[in-house]
């Protein structure tokens, strides 16, 4: 049982590039989120979706984007990196409100 | 929007010393509220939880209750150890999101 399972776990990219953070449960979740975790800031959440085919918008939405076209998937693009991504992204899974979201080990990404 | 405040740190104990690290909140309804623990260079791992009013999460020597009349939610162990430092998050969510504090360092000495 892999639980949350985020690639890569470290990214360098250039300005103006894109690229897909790839995440995946097998708990048969409904509920998925991407947060980014900045210093001093917490975790502040981007997009969530709570089931296949349904996403929305978090607190900082802008420059991503999101899909869920199954359970187990929900990727995070990044359509035109800057500088102000750099950050530590973390996709989380979930059952219910009630039980806590399970958290992926995070992707690092740098931004030059 | 729903939002939680946590003590800045870090907090600085040493070994078999009492912890408290307060977290409030705000919200619509009755979230359901968390404590999450982070150790270096990993992802958030849930500690404890509880879904009403008080009610008391617990886990690894660690407790929390549901104070509805003063929306807290403060962490609590009573006897700290050094693998007990890590960054510590609270969180309160209702419906599908979830809202976290800005993480309270706890640095454990022997």
């Known amino acids: 049982n892999a639980g949350v399972t985020q690639t890569p776990k470290f990214q360098v990219l250039k300005t103006g590039q894109s690229m897909t953070l790839q995440c995946a449960q097998d708990m048969n979740h409904e509920y998925m989120s991407w947060y980014r975790q900045d210093p001093g800031m917490g975790l502040r959440l981007i997009h969530y979706s709570v089931g296949a085919g349904i996403t929305d918008q978090g607190e900082v939405p802008n420059g991503y984007n999101v899909s869920r076209s199954t359970t187990e998937d929900f990727p995070l693009r990044l359509l035109s990196a800057a500088p102000s991504q750099t950050s530590v992204y973390f996709c989380?899974?979930?059952?219910?409100?009630?039980?806590?979201?399970?958290f992926g080990s995070g992707t690092r990404l740098t931004v030059v | 929007g729903n939002s939680v405040t946590q003590m800045e740190g870090p907090v600085t104990l040493s070994e078999e010393a009492f912890l408290t690290i307060n977290c409030t909140y705000t919200a619509t309804g009755y979230p359901s509220l968390f404590w999450y623990v982070q150790y270096p260079g990993e992802g958030l791992q849930l500690l404890l939880k509880a879904t009403k009013a008080d009610d008391k999460g617990s886990n690894k020597g660690f407790e929390a209750t549901y104070r509805k009349e003063t929306t807290s939610f403060h962490l609590e162990k009573g006897s700290v150890q050094v693998s007990d430092s890590a960054v510590y998050f609270c969180a309160a969510g209702s419906f599908q999101k979830l809202v976290f504090g800005t993480g309270t360092r706890l640095l454990v000495s022997p």
């Open positions: 989380a899974s979930s059952f219910d409100r009630g039980r806590g979201y399970t």
